[in-house]
C-alpha cells in the first residue's frame, strides 16, 4: 500500500504553529514510506474562511518547504460529491431526514444535559414516518449510528481507543440549507483522495470515532488514525495568544530560519535519542510515529532560539547577508555592492553574537550605515574634548598604516597609546564610539580591518569635523 497523508487547515486565521507541526509530521511519515503529501484548505466555512488566510497558509508552508506534492484541493468545490454521498446513505438506509426545529433541538439538548446523557439528540426522526414531516421544514439529514457496542480506533500514537457508541449522537451529515458537515466532508474528501493515514491533533480524537462510523456506513476503507500531542505553553497550558507568537509568520519576522523552525517542531512530541540538531534528509530517514510521545510538549521560546543560533552559524555569509537585508531596509539603510561585500567579510565575527536574523542586522547595520553615523548617548559620552584630542592625534598614525589587517592595526594602536601615555582603553573605546556609534561592538580592529580604510578614517573624520564645528559655533 503506497502511503498518502495530508494537511487540511481550514482558512480561518494565520497558520498556527501547531498547524505548522501536523503538516510537518504528515511531510515526514509520507517522505519516510516514499508516499504522497497532499493539501486541502478546508473552506467550507465561507464566513470565516478568506483570502488572505488562504495566502497567509501558502506562504507560511512554503517557507517551511511544506506545500503539498501536487495542487491544493479545495473542500468547498466538492459539495455536490458530498451531497451525492448522502443521497447514497439515505438509499442504503444508513441516513434519515430529520424535520426537528430549532426550538426543540434546543429543549432536547437542555433535557439530555440535565439528565447528564452524552447523546443530546433524542432519535425522534429515526423510524418515523417522513410522511409526517411538517409542511415547510426543510430537513437536516443524519447519520443513523450504532446504538449499542463501541467504536474502536487503532490510534498509531494513542493505542486502541474504544468509545461506546451509546455516548456518539446521530450526527448532521447535510444542514437543512443543503451544505454538508465537517465530519461528513472529511470522509468523503479523505476517501476521494486516497489518503491512507490521518496524522493530526489529538484534539480530533472524539472526531476519528464519527468519522469511522461514517466510513462504516459508507463500506470504505477507514484509514489509519495517528493522534498527536497537543503543544502547550510554557506553563503546561494549552498554547494560545498570552503564550506570544502563534502563527509561523511571527516567528519568520523575528528572524527565525525555516529550518531551525522546522528542526525545532519536530522535536516537540518526537524524539531520535539525545539528537538535536537533526537535518531535514535525517529527519525523512528517522521519522516514525512509533516515537512520537502521548504526552503534550512545551513550547520553549528560548530552546527555539538557542536552536536558531546554531543553524545562523551554519549558514553561508553571502546567503545571511542576502537574508538581512529587509531588516536593514526597514532601518532605512540601502545596500550597494560595496556594503554586501563588507557584510559578507563581516559575518565570521557577527554569527557568533546572533542568534536570529533580527539581531545579525543589528550587529551587522554597523558596517553600512550612512554616514555620518549617529551617535547613541552612551557613545556620544566617549568622546568628550580628551578623547576627540586623542583621536585627532591618532589620525595620522593610522593614515601611514600600509597593511590595513587586524594585527597591524593593533599594532599602531598600541604603539600611538604609548606615544600618547595612555591605556590601549582610553584610546580603543571613542575610536570604537567614532567608527560605529555605539559603546559596544565587536573587536575594534575586527571592525577596522572590516570597514577598510577609507571609510574608518572618513568616519573618524565625520566625528572630528562635527566636534570642531560645534565648538566654533559655541566660540
Request: hydrophobic share 45%; glycine share 8%; aromatic share 6%.
Amino acid at each position: 500500500m503506497s502511503v498518502v497523508t495530508r494537511f487540511a487547515p481550514s482558512p480561518t486565521g494565520y497558520l498556527h504553529i501547531g498547524g505548522a507541526r501536523t503538516a510537518l509530521f504528515n511531510w515526514l511519515y509520507a517522505r519516510h514510506h516514499r508516499g504522497r503529501y497532499l493539501l486541502r484548505i478546508e473552506d467550507t466555512d465561507r464566513a470565516r474562511s478568506t483570502e488572505a488566510a488562504i495566502a497567509a497558509i501558502f506562504d507560511g508552508l512554503s517557507w517551511l518547504g511544506l506545500l503539498g506534492d501536487e495542487p491544493a484541493v479545495f473542500q468547498s468545490s466538492a459539495q455536490a460529491r458530498h451531497a451525492e454521498v448522502v443521497e447514497q446513505m439515505l438509499a442504503a438506509g444508513h441516513a434519515y431526514r430529520c424535520y426537528s426545529t430549532p426550538d426543540e433541538l434546543a429543549a432536547m439538548r437542555a433535557e439530555a444535559i440535565a439528565a447528564k446523557r452524552t447523546r443530546l439528540y433524542d432519535g425522534r426522526w429515526r423510524e418515523r414516518d417522513p410522511a409526517e414531516a411538517p409542511a415547510g421544514v426543510a430537513p437536516a439529514i443524519r447519520l443513523k449510528a450504532p446504538l449499542a457496542g463501541e467504536t474502536v480506533i487503532a490510534d498509531l500514537v494513542q493505542g486502541e481507543v474504544k468509545i461506546a457508541n451509546s455516548q456518539l449522537d446521530d450526527m448532521v451529515l447535510l444542514r437543512a440549507d443543503g451544505t454538508p458537515t465537517y465530519m461528513l466532508s472529511v470522509v468523503v474528501d479523505d476517501h476521494d483522495m486516497g489518503v491512507t493515514h490521518v496524522i493530526r491533533g489529538d484534539d480530533h480524537l472524539v472526531n476519528a470515532a464519527r468519522q469511522t462510523q461514517i466510513y462504516q456506513a459508507l463500506g470504505w476503507t477507514v484509514p489509519a488514525f495517528a493522534h498527536i500531542p497537543l503543544i502547550h505553553g510554557p506553563d503546561g497550558a494549552k498554547l494560545s495568544k498570552r503564550h506570544g507568537a502563534l502563527g509561523v509568520d511571527a516567528y519568520r519576522t523575528m528572524g527565525f530560519l525555516p529550518e531551525a523552525l522546522v528542526n525545532y517542531l519536530l522535536r516537540l512530541g518526537w524524539s531520535h535519542g539525545d539528537d538535536e540538531v537533526i537535518s531535514r534528509a535525517q529527519a525523512v530517514e528517522w521519522f516514525d510515529l512509533a516515537a512520537v510521545g502521548k504526552g503534550a510538549a512545551r513550547f520553549d521560546l528560548a530552546r527555539l532560539t538557542h536552536l536558531n543560533a546554531q543553524y545562523l552559524r551554519q549558514r553561508p555569509a553571502a546567503e545571511l547577508a542576502l537574508l538581512i537585508e529587509p531588516w536593514l531596509a526597514a532601518q532605512g539603510i540601502t545596500l550597494d555592492a560595496a556594503g554586501r561585500a563588507r557584510l559578507v567579510q563581516a559575518m565570521p565575527g557577527l554569527k557568533p553574537r546572533a542568534a536570529t536574523l533580527v539581531e545579525l542586522a543589528e550587529g551587522a547595520s554597523l558596517y553600512v550605515a550612512a554616514r555620518p553615523l549617529t551617535l547613541s548617548a552612551k557613545a556620544s559620552a566617549l568622546l568628550d574634548g580628551a578623547a576627540r584630542a586623542r583621536l585627532a592625534a591618532l589620525v595620522p598614525a593610522l593614515q601611514a598604516v600600509t597593511e590595513w589587517t587586524e594585527a597591524e592595526l593593533e599594532a599602531c594602536m598600541r604603539h600611538e597609546a604609548e606615544r600618547q601615555g595612555v591605556k590601549l582603553g582610553q584610546l580603543a573605546q571613542p575610536l570604537r564610539a567614532a567608527l560605529t556609534g555605539r559603546d559596544a561592538s565587536p573587536g575594534i580592529f575586527e571592525v577596522m580591518a572590516v570597514l577598510g580604510p577609507e571609510e574608518s578614517l572618513g568616519r573618524l573624520q565625520d566625528v572630528l569635523s562635527q566636534a570642531n564645528a560645534a565648538a566654533q559655533q559655541s566660540g
